[in-house]
T-cell receptor, first 115, second 117 residues
Framework: KAGVTQTPRYLIKTRGQQVTLSCSPISGHRSVSWYQQTPGQGLQFLFEYFSETQRNKGNFPGRFSGRQFSNSRSEMNVSTLELGDSALYLC??????????????FGEGSRLTVL | AQSVTQLDSQVPVFEEAPVELRCNYSSSVSVYLFWYVQYPNQGLQLLLKYLSGSTLVKGINGFEAEFNKSQTSFHLRKPSVHISDTAEYFCAAPRPGGEKSNYQLIWGAGTKLIIKP
C-alpha cells in the first residue's frame, strides 16, 4: 500500500512568487491535513480537508490556501511568498472513523526555501 | 490553557543506555495521547498511542510509554537505545471535542534524541 506522496520534495522560490504543493493521500483515506514545520514555531496546523470541503483552518493569513479534489488528492498554495514562509510543509492523511485514533499518516514533506 | 509540554528540547544519551523523554499535558486536553517520531529528512510516524485501558502502552521499535493521570504525564521510554533511534519525538493530544476529528491535535515542541557512540 503506497504511502502519502508529496511533490515536490524541495523547491526554491523568491519573495513575491507563489507556490503550489501537492499531496496524494493513502488510497481510501478521505481526510487530508497540512502542517507547517519550522525550527522556531514547531508544527503548526494549516488546514484540513474532507470530501473536498475545508473542515477547519489554522491561524495563517489568507495567502495560504488549499483545496481537495474528488480523488482526495490535495494541493496547497502560498501566494506572495515571504522569507518567513521557508519551512517544511507536511501533508497527512487519515481515514476518519467514529473515534479519533490520532493516527495521521505523514508524507515526507515539501521543503520550501524562500530567497 | 490547552497544552502539551515536552520538557526537554534535546536529550543526549549513550548508545545502549536507557532513555526517557518527558511529556506533560494540561488537564483541559482530551486524554487520548500520542507519541510520533520524525527521522531526519522524513515525515512523522505514529510511535504509540493511549486511548484507554492499560496505562502502559507499547509501541514500535521497543518504545513504551506510561500514562499517569495524577501527574498528567505520558513519558516515553526505551531500555536500550540504538544509533537508529536518532530522531525528533513529538507528544500530542486532541483538543477537547476533537476526539472525533483527527486534525485537532495539540503538539508538543518536540524532543531531539541524540545518541552518542
Amino acid at each position: 500500500k503506497a504511502g502519502v506522496t508529496q511533490t515536490p520534495r524541495y523547491l526554491i522560490k523568491t519573495r513575491g512568487q507563489q507556490v503550489t504543493l501537492s499531496c496524494s493521500p493513502i488510497s481510501g483515506h478521505r481526510s487530508v491535513s497540512w502542517y507547517q514545520q519550522t525550527p522556531g514555531q514547531g508544527l503548526q496546523f494549516l488546514f484540513e480537508y474532507f470530501s473536498e470541503t475545508q473542515r477547519n483552518k489554522g491561524n495563517f493569513p489568507g495567502r495560504f490556501s488549499g483545496r481537495q479534489f474528488s480523488n482526495s488528492r490535495s494541493e496547497m498554495n502560498v501566494s506572495t511568498l515571504e522569507l518567513g514562509d521557508s519551512a517544511l510543509y507536511l501533508c497527512a492523511s487519515s481515514f476518519p472513523g467514529g473515534t479519533n485514533t490520532g493516527e495521521l499518516f505523514f508524507g515526507e514533506g515539501s521543503r520550501l526555501t524562500v530567497l | 490553557a490547552q497544552s502539551v509540554t515536552q520538557l526537554d528540547s534535546q536529550v543526549p544519551v549513550f548508545e545502549e543506555a536507557p532513555v526517557e523523554l518527558r511529556c506533560n499535558y494540561s488537564s483541559s486536553v482530551s486524554v487520548y495521547l500520542f507519541w510520533y517520531v520524525q527521522y531526519p529528512n522524513q515525515g512523522l510516524q505514529l510511535l504509540l498511542k493511549y486511548l484507554s485501558g492499560s496505562t502502559l502502552v507499547k509501541g514500535i521499535n521497543g518504545f513504551e510509554a506510561e500514562f499517569n493521570k495524577s501527574q498528567t504525564s505520558f513519558h516515553l521510554r526505551k531500555p536500550s537505545v540504538h544509533i537508529s533511534d536518532t530522531a525528533e519525538y513529538f507528544c500530542a493530544a486532541p483538543r477537547p471535542g476533537g476526539e472525533k476529528s483527527n486534525y485537532q491535535l495539540i503538539w508538543g515542541a518536540g524532543t531531539k534524541l541524540i545518541i552518542k557512540p
